[in-house]
């Protein structure tokens, strides 16, 4: 569904991906993994059309968007879960939902609205809540459900489990996996690398804006010190 080729991201002269080439099937499940300072969510700003590409490309079912708008990109169904949720806080939660659905029809509103109470039933309960007034779990709940309001085919989920208790994380990442069987495929950015191998598909490392490794989840699994030694990290996404 995606393919990054020899993609280079910078901010100015500072470059923070370097020349990164990954393929990330559809219906799967991709973590993106890394220490602080990786690369990790420049890498998913410039898929989304944030940031600026310095070379390569981006392909997304067999197109080049790396030039593309980032309304079209949305069109196309691309949707992305940013670091630090960015709701507005002083608006309801249902008000959150509607923004975040403002590129589908009108109509189709009430339907997309159910599906992510569905997927988060908390959020039913707090239509009328200011974001704001939410708990970190809640928060992070909604993000992912106003990126899902737009009725994305390809979600990126940035930093799922940060600063969250257990309960919410598992909440959030018991989402990810009913968004794989129902056909979404998701790219999870994620310092958690015990969480973000029990639910993916495919893994790639970042280090200083270079991919060190990618595979198989399974064989990573296999192997998680593996990975900790490229991230500098314990399994709980801690320095160590």
Known sequence: MLRLIDLSV????????HDLTLTIDEGSVFALIGANGAGKSSTIMAIAGHADVAGGRIDFDGRDITALAVEDRIGAGIALVPEGRRLFPDLTVAENLTIGGYSRPRSDEARNRDKVIDLFPRLGERLAQQAGTLSGGEQQMLAMGRGLMAQP???????????????AVDVCYEAIRRLKADGITVLLVEQNTTRALDVADRVCVLESGHAVWQGGAEEARRDTSMIDAYMGLTRNGTEG
């Open 10 to 17: 910078g901010y100015g002269p500072f470059t923070a991906v």
């Open 153 to 167: 085919r390809f979600l990126m989920v940035d930093e799922v489990s940060l600063g969250l208790m257990p309960k």
